[in-house]
């Protein structure tokens, strides 16, 4: 097979290929990574009969640790929206911050709703909501597009059970309950510095005037439940996981007790100990049957899946041709930290192609088996990478044109709202992970 620079020149090739279809041919993201996937098995003269064998031995494995999740977290998005849930914290959030700590209410809903349901799908529920606090407060739709959209993002690319950061955890064999406790905190510093203070350089522009179908209030949703059971509901499978990690690490192993937390806080028991808590919580408030709720997140999860396993394979077959090797033994030749590197070239496959998840779960699979023996924090690493597909949103991305589409805003303003407070999301993000590896080298982290 191909070593040293041909093999680098090999991997440009295969991502441009990748970038060429996606980008130029509109070709699905699943065809065109196994597309990719084939032909870099040529390009890099792999063995003819391994390049089968081993597209779908990585497809395989990438949904054997995060399929099942996958599926749960969509029918948990199901539940909770059908159930109300999700508008329940965000009105109960505007309601309790007042109308001059709206955005930062906005932000933290958007963060917290996209953790269970899909960026895109928050930002629909959450639109009818945003005009009617624009109009209340009289500010400018950027100031909510801007919270909103950066909210739900960071939730999207960094916080488990999302495909993508899920993806990524998997793939650099990080420990879950290490992986989403520090993702909550870069995640919450990123958009407090992307949403919400950024997002106040909107705050002297024209002010909100709804207009013809926008102009009308907010249905009485009576039937709504309550904030406390929305935020437990929400949150019951996360602190599952946090707790189950924590009683792991500091019981011993042979304890009844943490072998139990450790059975219930396993990212597949928790979420689904999480959907039937919901479904038992929240009976009263859903209107269809459990079974409606499973079959439509089966149909939703089809595609997801398909992507996903496609990433997997493009980066197994990355990872067999050593590219990945090569990758990390050239930068630490140039002293370029392994965590400096995740973020560079999961923003560089963002900001060229468009899909966050794409680039998440690309950069994991070729840096996750490369990165075991470079003595890295798998869970700082792998948040770099997810810190790196937070921002640089352009025309490409699909999240892009759902944020103009909805928000009513022109391509600059959504370039000036989303686009430059999503990157400094990101950099904000970056910026707390290089902290917290400072201190993991000085002190040490617990589940890092």
């Known amino acids: 097979m191909l070593t040293g620079t041909p093999l680098m020149i090999a991997f440009v090739a295969s991502i441009l290929l990748l970038l060429l279809l996606i980008i130029k041919f509109k070709i699905n993201p699943f065809i065109a990574m196994l597309i990719t996937s084939i032909v870099t098995g040529f390009v890099v003269q792999m063995p003819i009969g391994d390049i089968s064998d081993t597209i779908a031995t990585g497809f395989g494995s990438t949904l054997k640790g995060i399929g099942i999740v996958i599926g749960l977290g969509i029918i948990s998005d199901n539940i909770l929206s059908e159930a109300g849930a999700t508008e329940s914290i965000a009105r109960n959030l505007v309601k309790y911050t007042g ?30 909501i945003l005009k009617y606090v624009a109009k209340e407060t009289k500010k400018s739709m950027m100031v909510f597009i801007c919270a909103l959209g950066v909210g739900t993002i960071v939730g999207h690319a960094m916080v488990i059970p999302t495909p993508g950061p899920l993806a990524v955890a998997d ?7 290490g992986f989403l406790l520090y993702s909550l905190i870069a995640g919450f510093v990123a958009i407090m510095a992307g949403g919400w203070l950024y997002g106040k350089r909107f705050d002297k522009d024209a002010p909100y005037v709804p207009e013809g179908e926008d102009a009308v209030e907010l249905a009485d949703r009576s039937d709504l439940p309550s904030f406390g059971l929305s935020m437990l509901t929400l949150l019951f499978p996360i602190v599952l996981i946090l707790l189950g990690n924590l009683i792991t690490a500091l019981m011993p192993a042979d304890s009844t007790f943490a072998m139990i937390m450790g059975f219930l806080g396993d990212k597949n028991i928790a979420l689904l100990a999480g959907c039937i ?67 560079a070239l999961s923003a560089l496959l ?3 192609q468009g899909s966050t998840t794409v680039a998440l779960v690309t950069t994991a699979s070729i840096l996750g088996p490369a990165l075991a023996g470079t003595g890295a924090s798998p869970v700082l690493v792998g948040l ?24 009513g805003l022109s391509v600059s303003d959504t370039l000036k709202s989303w686009t430059i407070g999503g990157t400094i999301a990101s950099f904000a993000a970056f910026g707390v992970i290089l902290i917290l590896d400072l201190i993991n080298s000085a002190v040490g982290l617990p589940l890092c």
């Open 171 to 177: 793939s650099m064999g990080a420990n879950m309950g």
């Open 350 to 352: 963002r900001v060229s």
């Open 277 to 343: 808590f919901a479904v038992v919580m929240l009976r009263r408030h859903i209107h269809r049957s459990f079974d409606d709720l499973v079959q439509e997140a089966a149909s939703s999860a089809g595609l997801i899946l398909l992507i996903t396993g496609a990433g997997g394979a493009f980066g197994a077959v990355i990872s067999k041709s050593g590219i990945g090797d090569y990758l990390v033994q050239t930068m630490t030749a140039m002293n370029i930290p392994p965590i400096v590197l995740a973020f």
């Open 99 to 128: 109308p001059k700590r709206a955005p930062l209410a906005i932000t933290t809903a958007g963060f917290l709703i996209s953790i269970p349901v899909f960026m895109d799908a928050a930002f629909v529920i959450m639109m009818p």
């Open 384 to 407: 770099a990478i997810c810190a790196g597909g937070i921002g640089f949103s352009l025309p490409n991305d699909s999240g892009f044109w759902i944020l103009s589409r909805f928000g």
